[in-house]
Structures are given as C-alpha cells and as structure tokens.
C-alpha cells in the first residue's frame, strides 16, 4: 500500500512525479521561517516498508518516468540508503528518467566525489537546494545552520559531479533592518554559485523570525527582488520568482532577460498599486 503521511511537501515542477516518503519532517527543523514539519517527529522510514510501495506503485504506475523524494532533505538519507532505493526505482520503472529530491548543503558536503557520481549514474537529478540568503547575519539569525559560503561550494560541487541544482532565496528574510544586506549578499553568493535554476519566493513568517525582525512592507520587498536582480551577474540561469508569494510574478533566463525583468519590477512598484504600509494579500504559507 503507499502511504502518504501529511504534511506532504513537494516543489511546484513536482506536480506530475510519483511522490515516495523516504523519511518523514526534517532533521533539522529548527529554521524559524519555516513552519512545514513542525510538531513532525523526524523519522527515516524502513527499506522494506518503502520497497513495497515502490511495488505497489510499479503495478499501479508502471510508465513512471518522475520520482520525487519527499521529505526535507531527503540527500541527508545519505549514499548507503540511497543506492539501493534508486536500484529498486530503476528496476520497478523501466521508463524511469529521473528522481529529484531536497538537498541541503550539509547532504553535499558528506558524499565524496564518487558518491556523487555513482547516485548521478542512478538517475537522480535535480537537487531542490535552498540558500535562503547570502548574508551569514540572516541566516544565523532566522537559525538556518548552514553556511552560505558551504552552499555556494557544495553546489558548484554537485552541479560539476551532473546533477540539476535548483537553488531558492527568501526575498524578505532580513526584514526591515538587515534588507539591503541580505540583497546584497544573496546576489554576490548567487554570482559565485551560478546555479541553473534559480527561485525566489517571498518570505511568510509564521511567526517572528528573530528579535527586532520587522516585516518588508509589499512596496519594499519588490524594491528588495529589484535591487537583487540588478546585482546578478549570471550567465546562464533560468529565473522564476512565480509563486503566489511574490506580488508580481515574473519569470525569464539569465543574462538575456535581466533587463526586461528589472523593467517589469519597476512597473510594478511604480503602478500605485502596491502596499506601502503593510505586507499586502499573501497566500497562508510557503
Ligand atoms: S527550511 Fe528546510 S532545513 Fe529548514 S526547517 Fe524547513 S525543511 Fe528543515
């Protein structure tokens, strides 16, 4: 039987993938701007439990070509659990073409070089990575416990051993007080990393995310994606900032499209129709 235990989180380009929980929550949990597996207790699933869903789903699902691993981090499982389970994905989907999952820096940095290589060969793909912000200030604060010059290395790493790393930055995470640094620094850690995919997502705090934190109004945190935007040095990047979080959605490619997308940023904030006093309407959650 396949079980999918709530909450049950995938990014967006996942909609179509055949979603297995290798492990339920996070083993970190700790990130104040993130509410997704609070109150879940993190828990790696026995290989024969999955194994048989993977059959289940071979007899239900037999022309699979996309698997998503689920939950946070499921790199952190680590290179003796992965084999295998990728083994079975192979031989349970003849079709299989790739299996993506979330990757934090850490994940990374624990496989060697060969290990990276070998999981690549075993057709997993995309590494979903979040950096969340340059500045080691943010990321300190909001309780992160990575390292944003570690992330810049471990994807430069993973992206050199084939894999696809989808990077995420938080517009909004510094607040008020540290805005410009956390633009400023996310661009120049991005311009070091050069990641293929590149999503920024609007921060919604589900609750206060460090002492003193005060929220961007709408205005300001176009003000901050643009300022972001206008740093980047980036050439050859796909861009997407279209989640329902961001008050203007925009999408393009780096370099060619930068221009055009500082343009529409500036449409924007000059349009009178963002909130300058407040947040503005925002969906629930991340
Ligand atoms: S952002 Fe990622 S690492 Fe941080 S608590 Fe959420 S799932 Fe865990």
Redo the contacts with the bound molecule.
């Keep these: 039987m396949i079980r999918c235990r709530e909450p049950l989180y995938r990014p967006p380009a996942e909609a179509g993938s055949l979603i297995l929980q290798a492990a339920y929550g ?1 083993a ?4 104040t ?2 509410g ?2 609070k109150g879940v207790r993190y828990q790696v699933r026995p290989e024969a439990e999955l194994f048989g869903e993977i059959s289940e789903a071979a007899r239900l699902y037999p022309e699979t070509r996309r698997v998503f691993l689920a939950d ?2 499921a790199l952190g499982l680590g290179y003796d659990r992965l084999r295998p389970l990728l083994e079975r994905l192979a031989e349970a989907f003849p079709r299989l073409a790739r299996v993506n999952l ?1 990757a ?1 820096c850490r994940s990374i940095a624990a496989l060697t070089d060969g290990e990276l290589t070998g999981l690549r060969r075993l057709k997993l793909n995309t590494l979903y990575t ?1 950096l969340e912000s340059g500045s080691q200030r943010v990321l300190d604060l909001v309780h ?1 416990g990575e390292s944003a010059a570690e992330t810049v290395r471990q994807v430069r790493r993973a992206e050199a051993a084939g894999f696809t790393c989808s990077v995420m930055v938080l517009v909004g995470l510094g607040g008020q007080s540290y805005s410009e640094e956390h633009a400023d620094a996310t661009a120049a850690a991005l311009n070091l990393m050069r990641p293929t995919l590149l999503s920024a997502l609007r921060v919604i705090p589900p609750g206060v995310l460090f002492d003193g934190f005060r929220e961007l109004t709408e205005y300001q945190a176009v003000g901050e994606l643009h300022r972001l935007i206008g740093l980047l040095e980036l050439e050859r990047t796909v861009f997407r900032a279209d989640h329902p979080s961001n008050p203007a959605p925009l999408a393009g490619r780096f370099p060619q499209d930068k221009y055009r997308l500082l343009a529409e940023l500036e449409a924007t904030r000059r349009g009178g129709l963002l909130d300058r006093d407040g947040p503005g309407r925002r969906p629930f959650a991340l």
């Design positions: 996070c970190h949990n700790r990130c701007f993130c997704m597996y946070g981090n979330y934090n979040g992160k």
